[in-house]
Every structure is written in structure tokens, then in C-alpha cells.
């Protein structure tokens, strides 16, 4: 039986191949909406990691998830947002481009917003970096602001590995835990952007550790049961700060990264989301969203039209309701 995920998947960014919604013209978008109309919107960063993988690696990871989803599925890409939000401790590594938080947060708004007046109104942000406590602040000030029905999620893919990125102590295949550019990042990369990653240049980082006793309450960016401190509620308890700590942009063994390690948990993410494709259609036909009624207690002609298919008679857009979004 052929294997259902092409890992390496080939790389549609550029390509007339139906994927990717810039890439296509407004009737093959209105076509598409007929049959799915759930948009996938990878949201990525342009930051270090390292001397060996390319600085586009959490982009890249997403974009080529989302690819393979929608070949599967028959739902839409987004072509990627480029850069992201950071924590306080990437904060000026050279090569990283950090967004401010809000600034970050309010281009994504605009987004949710602009491909929810095209119609497209099912929304998966799936996140490829250390943002994914930024992200729902854009979801929850586009429903706030405007109140229309939609269906918006994240999904952060280290959160849908299915236990993927356990470590050997925890049974599974890694050496190390997941921080950044390290054994277990870089492996994700080689499999699905092979050619994102120049092996010969890959260095091993030894991980400082954390001020704090670690055990108890410094959960890893991976961790499936994580102690209460996720790495993004606090700075200062771990010896993080890049720019200082780790000038060599990656952390941890990334030398002993390969795609075999990875490909369970590629398949894990790839199956979860053509899952989460699936039962949203299943619930919300194409064209179908939460009852009105149900969703919000907005009423009357100025919702009604909006709610329409765009172009079509009656139909306004969204920002007759409010601008900017
Ligand atoms: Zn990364």
C-alpha cells in the first residue's frame, strides 16, 4: 500500500498546483469553497537556528505540514506569515526578527479578517514556533470586535505530535527534549525540508540548564503532561537568554537529528489535522458556520449581509461592520 503522507512532501509555495490560496484566481477559490471551505494559515518566524538549519525552519515545517494536508483533504493553504513573536529571551539574536506582540497580533486580526470577507470563514492557524501563546489573542480580538460566526482555530504542531517527542528516558526515540534547533527540531526539518538542513554544518550545544530546580516545575516546549511552568510563563528561572547563553543560535545535540526519528510524529500532526479538516466540515458543511443565533446576539440586516456570499446580491463586507479590524 503506498504511504498515505509524501515525506518529503515536494514543496508547493511556488507552484500552480491547486494548494495554496495566492496561488490561485477567484474562480478556482470559488470553486474550491464548494467543495471545503477550511483555510489553513501556517503562521512561522524568521529566527537563527544555528549554523546548519535555514532560518525559515519553523516556516518551513508548517508550510510543508499544511501541504500535505491539503493534498489529502482538498482544503486551501495560505501562503505563511514570515515572522512571529518571541519570548523576552530570543530577544536579539542575530538573524531573528521579532514582531512586537501586539503589532503581531493585530497583522494576524487582519487576516482572520480578510480571508473571512473572501469566505473563507474556517480558519486552522497552525503555528511552527514559540508563539502559541500570542496567537489566540488575534482569534479573540476578531470574534470580539466583530462577533460573526466562524470557526477559528490554533494549532500549535508540537502539541499534536501524539507523545512523538518523547525522550528515551520517557520511551521514546530522542536523546535530548525538545528546545530549539536541536536534535529534535532539526529531525522534524529533515523530514519534511530535507534541503533546509546542511548537515556538514550542524554543531552539538550543551544545554545549560535552569536556576530553578528543573523536576516539578519547568515544563519543556514538548512535554505531553507538563509540570505547571510552560517555558513561555517566565523568564529568569532558566538560564535562557540567547543572545547571551547560546551565541551559536541552536541548543542541544543537533548532530544526532534524522528523519527517521521525526516521521511518526510528522505522521501524527499530518493525521490530527486532516482529522481536524475532516470533522469541521462534518459539523459545518462548506458554506455552513455556528447558527447565527447560537454564535452571538448581534441581529439584523447589517449581519445578515454580511453573511452572504461575497459578490453576491445584498452581500456587504465585513468592514461595513467595523474598521480597521
Ligand atoms: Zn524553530
Redesign the pocket.
Known sequence: MAAKWNLPPSGDMDKATGIYYQNMNMKELAERRKTNDVLIVPIG?T?T?GPGQALG??TFLVTRMAEEVARVTGCTVAQPLWYGAHPYHHLGMPGTIVIPDDVFIAYIEAMIAGFWNAGFRKQILLN??GQEWVIPGAIHNFTKKYQVPAVLTEVHWWYATGGNLKTKEYGGVFDTPLY??CEV?CSYLLAVAPEMVKTENLVDVEITGSYIKAEGNLAGPGDQTPPPLRYWMHEGLVRNYEAQMYPEGNLGPSTRASAEKARPGVESVLDYLEKLVTDIMEAFPPGQLPPLDEFTQRRGEAIDAVMKEPGTKGWRHLYTICWPP
Open positions: 518566524s529566527e537556528h525552519e519553523d511552527g514556533h530549539h534547533a527540531e
